[in-house]
Structures are given as structure tokens and as C-alpha cells.
């Protein structure tokens, strides 16, 4: 039972380029999210998802696309990354229980 | 709009101290009150938590008290220990709405020797 997981660990992109971000989770939960952690901010809330086929939008949602099309696999799309998207990412995974269980992050660095 | 203020944003404690970390949150919809720990380079993972109809538990070293009339909730650390320096966040939310949290903003916990 790996939990939740993301690839790559680490990545740095020019601005203009695109990349996705994979999060995949073996416990077959229902809803997942995904974050950004950004210095004496918390972590915010990008997107989410609370099933297949079912997406949302969080509090951070301008610049990043995701789907949902499998109950395990969740990814994050930048699809013209800026600097302002330099940023650890979280992927997040939960049942209907209130726990949420979170990835290991992807450090993110866009010049 | 910020649900959720936390302090201090960063605490030192001398091992064997006490560490008492705050939460004031606004929405009076949220109904469990979480307390989420994360180490350098790792994710955040749940370390206590606490429904409303309690006003307090505990948890080996680590105790929520929980104060619906004030709408806070804070963390205790008895006796403090190098490993629980660490950031320390809480995330209060509304049964059900698990796929979102809001979190607070973090409190960066240094015990020293």
C-alpha cells in the first residue's frame, strides 16, 4: 500500500512551458486535491475532485488544469507555467471519513 | 477572505516544555477540527483532531482544546521534544468537505536541547 504518490519530486520549467504533474493514490478514495505551499502562506487549495469525471475549482485555480478520468490517477496541468507558479505541490487523497492523506510534493521551479 | 488565523507563525520551546499553538477561524459550519504536522520535504499528515462535542482530548503528549463559544482551538505540546520540531497547521472544515480544507497558515516549531 504506497498511499498517495507524485512524480517528479523535483522540476524546473522555462516560462511558457507546460507540464503535467501526476498524483496517484491506491486507497480508493473518492475525493482528491491538490495544493500549493508557498512561504507564511499555508497551503491553498488548487483544485479538487470528489469522483471520477467530477471536478472543481478551489481557491487557486487560474493556470492550472486537471481531470479526473480513473478513481487513482488525478493530474495537475500547467499549461503555460509562470513564475509566479514556483511552488511545492501537494496532492491529497480522502474517504468520506475528514482525514485527508497527502503526497510527498513536488517542488516546482519555473524561471 | 481569511476563514482561518493561526499563531504564533513560529515558536522556540526548550525540550521538556510546553507548546501551545492557536487557531481562530470564522465559519461556524465547520464541525471538525483538525491539527495537521509536517516535517522538512514531507506532506503534511493528520496528528489530532476534535469534534465539537467535546471540549478537549488527548492524545499521548498532544491535546486539543477546543473553544466553541470563541470559535478557537488550540494544540498543546507536554513536554516537548527535539522530534516534534516540525510545522504545524490546522485545517478546520465541515463534515463531508474533505476534498477542501482551508488551513491556517502555519506554525514553524523549533525544540531546542
Known amino acids: 500500500n504506497a498511499g498517495v504518490t507524485q512524480t517528479p519530486k523535483f522540476q524546473v520549467l522555462k516560462t511558457g512551458q507546460s507540464m503535467t504533474l501526476q498524483c496517484a493514490q491506491d486507497m480508493n478514495h473518492e475525493y482528491m486535491s491538490w495544493y500549493r505551499q508557498d512561504p507564511g502562506m499555508g497551503l491553498r487549495l488548487i483544485h479538487y475532485?470528489?469522483?471520477?469525471?467530477?471536478?472543481d475549482q478551489g481557491e487557486v485555480p487560474n493556470g492550472y488544469n486537471v481531470s479526473r478520468s480513473t478513481t487513482e490517477d488525478f493530474p495537475l496541468r500547467l499549461l503555460s507555467a509562470a513564475p509566479s507558479q514556483t511552488s511545492v505541490y501537494f496532492c491529497?487523497?480522502?474517504?468520506?471519513?475528514?482525514?485527508?492523506?497527502f503526497g510527498p510534493g513536488t517542488r516546482l521551479t519555473v524561471l | 477572505q481569511q476563514q482561518v488565523k493561526q499563531s504564533p507563525q513560529s515558536l522556540i520551546v526548550q525540550k521538556g516544555g510546553i507548546s501551545i499553538i492557536n487557531c481562530a477561524y470564522e465559519?461556524?459550519?465547520?464541525?471538525?477540527f483538525p491539527w495537521y504536522q509536517q516535517f522538512p520535504g514531507k506532506g503534511p499528515a493528520l496528528l489530532i483532531a476534535?469534534?465539537?462535542?467535546?471540549s478537549e482530548k488527548k492524545e499521548g503528549r498532544f491535546t486539543i482544546s477546543f473553544n466553541k463559544s470563541a470559535k478557537q482551538f488550540s494544540l498543546h505540546i507536554m513536554d516537548s521534544q527535539p522530534g516534534d520540531s516540525a510545522t504545524y497547521f490546522c485545517a478546520p472544515l465541515t463534515t463531508g468537505t474533505a476534498s477542501k480544507l482551508t488551513f491556517g497558515t502555519g506554525t514553524r516549531l523549533q525544540v531546542t536541547l
Open positions: 475532485s470528489v469522483g471520477a469525471g467530477i471536478t
Open positions: 476534535i469534534r465539537p462535542d467535546v
Open positions: 491529497a487523497s480522502s474517504s468520506s471519513a475528514d482525514t485527508q492523506y
Open positions: 465559519n461556524t459550519a465547520f464541525d471538525y
